[in-house]
């Protein structure tokens, strides 16, 4: 018996013992709470043939959550900020009090995890549920959240249209707004109440959405915002062009950019507090046709797994990867291409290894995240120091392990090889398509042979994929092309699953993203191969033998356990009909 089946019938035993509700009509709760989609608690709520506060006693009970009497709380005003009053009334929940970094609220339906876990996104601190009974809570979101209250309440929160319109009227009274005006005009725009109030909800929901790339973007007549989430770009919001010079040079002053330059790329960053918690966001604009293109990177430290149990890598490649990292010297390659996980994987690696009997340097373009003992150094072209400039520097520290952001050059590699022969341990990426292109491309670099032969280690060629959402998941049985199309019999008696949608995963039936790889390790056989000048494809069949799986194979695995979508994987990874399929996929 499941979890969610032994609470039913608890309560459902609580509710008969107590008389106060029969068999057939909590049958008939259950069967509306199945055809509604609405929980079984609000449908008990809601029913009246139960008193509220009999329901909060029997789920006290069940649940062992404690009850709430919340008309004897007087609630602060910094606490009652923390959750919105639409999101109070519409899931029947209220913050109550905070200490520290846990919040304690109070809830109707404590089984409604998807708000709990929404009130924990927003505001990025841990949730302490308790149990009170919907009328008063109702009565006391209203007393609390009262338009215009000098008690600490709050007025409704501005939806963009607000905003936008706001700034229009601003920003129609100024002049120089059509790409012209000068240093103290923009700077007049960018610290406009309005426009601050507007980047700040954009940087808002981005976060709050879990994006990782915010995109401001302007049109012939019109200014277009949009979220990369998951991998996948969404449409935030769309407005006249009357906006981006305003926005854009609001986004420049928080980056401590030039905002009187407009004809030349600039890239900065700053960091913002939200939820609760220190978001870092690099800033890269780009002069383009219709004006200046903003691109922020929002590199969330707190919702990064940099663990390597966490990422996703199935349990032996976890241990290869371990394997590999308590050698002593060697290289370790991470490839693929740019938002696929690279730069997560290796400061995983790093978190691994990382103890106070080790001195571990990184030099990166910029430093992405920042961990306390780790020696992180950001390359400055325009002074000189550049990736060889910083290794040669570096190495004169006696460095154990050395993290190289990303090798572009002959002269980084050349150096980075030689560091991993003269007994370093040396991480870094490249841009290639699979794991054995590495070998080629660093061999293109102008690199020997014997050299990648004896210091490479590793490489991982790696993608993100989207993970299913568990709430709304659905089987289904694939076309039979579509099977074929990946190699699959349709005779192979897996569980498919496709999306759906609801609200836990904001109807597009995806959460989150996981790691498929495919993990090439550098054995004798292969440094052989490597040493005589074999082609790409004789190393990629000779490390198929020894037991690589593909980038498609890993993916079709996690399809398999129900992780994801074969159209997913469909997406990110190409077929390779030269290679053929391991038979271990059809068991």
């Given amino acids: 018996m499941s979890e969610g089946e032994d609470y039913v019938r608890k309560l459902k035993q609580e509710l008969m013992q107590k008389g106060l509700i029969t068999e057939e009509r909590f049958a008939q709760c259950v069967r509306q709470s199945e055809h509604s989609r609405q929980s079984l608690i609000r449908i008990l709520y809601d029913s009246e043939r139960v008193s509220e506060k009999d329901l909060v006693s029997i789920l006290s009970e069940v649940l062992g959550y404690p009850p709430i009497n919340i008309k004897t709380f007087i609630v602060e005003k910094e606490v009652l900020s923390l959750v919105p009053r639409d999101t109070a009334l519409k899931y029947r929940v209220m913050p109550i009090c905070r200490f520290q970094e846990t919040l304690t609220v109070a809830i109707a339906d404590p089984t409604d995890l998807a708000t709990l876990d929404y009130i924990r996104a927003q505001t990025g601190l841990k949730i302490k549920p308790t149990l009170a009974a919907p009328t008063a809570l109702n009565e006391a979101i209203q007393k609390y959240y009262e338009s215009g209250s000098d008690k600490g309440g709050l007025k409704k929160q501005e939806s963009f249209e607000d905003i936008t319109q706001e700034v229009r009227l601003e920003l129609t009274e100024k002049s120089g707004l059509k790409g012209g005006g000068d240093l103290s005009d923009l700077l007049e725009e960018a610290n406009a109440t309005p426009v601050i109030k507007l980047v700040n909800h954009l940087l808002l929901e981005a976060i709050r959405r879990h994006a990782s790339d915010l995109f401001v973007e302007p049109w012939e007549k019109t200014m277009r915002v949009r979220i990369r989430v998951d991998g996948v770009l969404e449409e935030v919001l769309t407005t006249p062009r009357i906006y981006v010079n305003a926005v854009i040079s609001r986004i420049k002053v928080m980056s401590r950019l030039n905002i009187a330059e407009r004809r030349m790329p600039q890239d900065g960053r ?209 076309e039979e092309k579509l099977l074929k199309s990946l190699g699959l019999s349709p005779r192979e008696k897996w569980t498919f699953y496709r999306t759906k949608g609801c609200s836990h995963c904001r109807s597009t039936g995806m959460k989150g993203r996981t790691v498929i790889t495919e993990l090439f390790e550098i054995g004798p056989e292969i440094r052989s191969l490597i040493m005589r000048g074999a082609s790409n494809q004789e190393i990629r069949l000779a490390a198929r033998e020894m037991g690589m799986r593909t980038l498609r194979e890993s993916g079709l695995e996690k399809v398999k356990t129900g992780l994801t979508t074969v159209e997913e994987i469909v997406r990110v990874t190409s077929p390779e009909p030269h290679l053929e399929r391991k038979k271990v996929l059809a068991s």
């Avoid at 920042?370 to 020696?375: H, T």
């Avoid at 290639?432 to 293109?444: F, P």
């Avoid at 670099?445 to 060629?461: H, K, Q, R, Y």
């Fill in 270 to 478: 700053f960091k913002a507090r939200i939820f609760g918690r220190t978001i870092d966001l690099r800033v890269s604009i780009l002069p383009t046709s219709h004006g200046e293109k903003a691109c922020l990177r929002i590199l969330d430290s707190g919702s990064q797994a940099q663990d390597l149990d966490k990422l996703g890598f199935e349990n032996p490649e976890v241990e290869i990867i371990r394997k590999c990292a308590s050698k002593p010297h060697g290289m370790i390659l991470v490839t693929g291409p740019t938002g696929s996980g690279k730069t997560t994987t290796l400061y995983s690696v790093l978190q691994h290894l990382h103890s106070t009997d080790r001195n571990i340097t990184t030099v990166e373009d910029p430093v992405e995240y920042q961990v306390q003992g780790i020696n992180q150094v950001n390359v400055r072209e325009q002074v000189g120091l550049t990736f060889p400039a910083a290794l040669r520097s570096i190495l004169r520290q006696d460095p154990d392990v050395i993290l190289i952001g990303e090798i572009r050059d002959l002269e980084t590699m050349d150096i980075a090889v030689k560091a991993a022969l003269t007994g370093h341990l040396v991480l870094s990426t490249l841009h290639t398509n699979d794991a054995s292109s590495a070998i080629v491309r660093m061999i293109n670099m102008g690199l020997e042979p014997f050299l990648i032969a004896s210091s490479v280690l590793i490489i991982s060629a790696q993608r993100l994929v989207r993970k299913l959402c568990t709430t709304c998941r659905v089987p289904y049985t694939p």
